[in-house]
């Protein structure tokens, strides 16, 4: 799948209304957080590098809830990020209505197929994912909560694309594991899944949940980066030289007497001095991670930084010496 997308569900949200995301990365947080940041719930991260015409995000007015849509030559893909609260179905039936009132507009596409996913953290036991054999976690408290769900992926057409018994979630207490996260997928997309797991041994530190993995044979258009001139790392002084003998035979003999003549002058100038910077000056293609402020002077002065600190620290033990000035 060539759409990189990040869905993160509480507690790694940081509720300032800022995430900690990098430059790689477009932050889309729920419909309202401007006017309420601390009821945000969850975050969704898309690949800088995904052209921003190929998708957008879709009005759905909950804190637990964000909506993006894709859209590309095989047709659509609409991704739901959720996070569900273990005490409460609201938001299921939320996403309940929201389908109802437009399932038209989300399973139809001007041309290709139309794609699903219901993704997050459900807070749901049952022995559907869960383990079968785990009866402590099928009280009819849960099991009637999670008929909820159920009925709600299945009036929506939606099958598991993580296969069930996989635990996702390790309970802080006990250390026992469970399944609370999901990815739900509209049923004529299966074919388009090619990995779908959970990541047991990329889990974070002091986190209960481990990230899941789906992988779908579709192809979103990425940003084109045109390579631009480098002049930072350019030898200047090489670069005069070449440009006096190039500038030499466009230098006029005669005394330019009208427009026309000052016209031909700049224009022959010009070539001259734009052939030299496609001859001699380095091309650099500008990305998410490229720093413009960076200079080969900083290069330098990072170098000669190490080497300081390196001899620094081999006379540690001598705290008079010079060095560590």
Known sequence: MNIDVIALQEPAIVYTGHSIAARDWI???PTPHQSSPKKTRLLLLINAQISTDSWNQLNFLSSNITVVQFSSAWGKLTIFNIYNKGDSNSTIN???RYYSDNCQSLEQSQGGSVHQIWLGDFNRHHPYWDDPGDLR?????ALAA?????????KAGLELALPSSIPTHCHNVTKLWSRLDHIFISENSIGTVTACDALTEHRGVN??????LIELSLGLV???????????DMDWEEFRKSLATHLGPVQPKDQILNQRQLDERCSSITEAIQSMIREQVPVTEITPKSKRW?????????SQSNKLGRQSYRHRNQLDHAIHA
Not at 137 to 141: A, G, K, N, R, Y
Not at 222 to 232: A, H
Request: charged share 20%.
């Open 94 to 96: 939320l996403l309940t």
């Open 207 to 212: 986190t209960d949940h481990v990230p899941i």
């Open 137 to 141: 976690l099928f009280t009819d408290t």
């Open 294 to 302: 960076w200079t080969k002077e900083l290069i330098q002065l990072r």
């Open 27 to 29: 932050s889309v947080y």
């Open 222 to 232: 990425t940003s084109k980066v045109k390579p631009i001139p480098n002049f930072r």
């Open 146 to 154: 999670a008929e909820t769900l159920i009925e709600a992926i299945a």
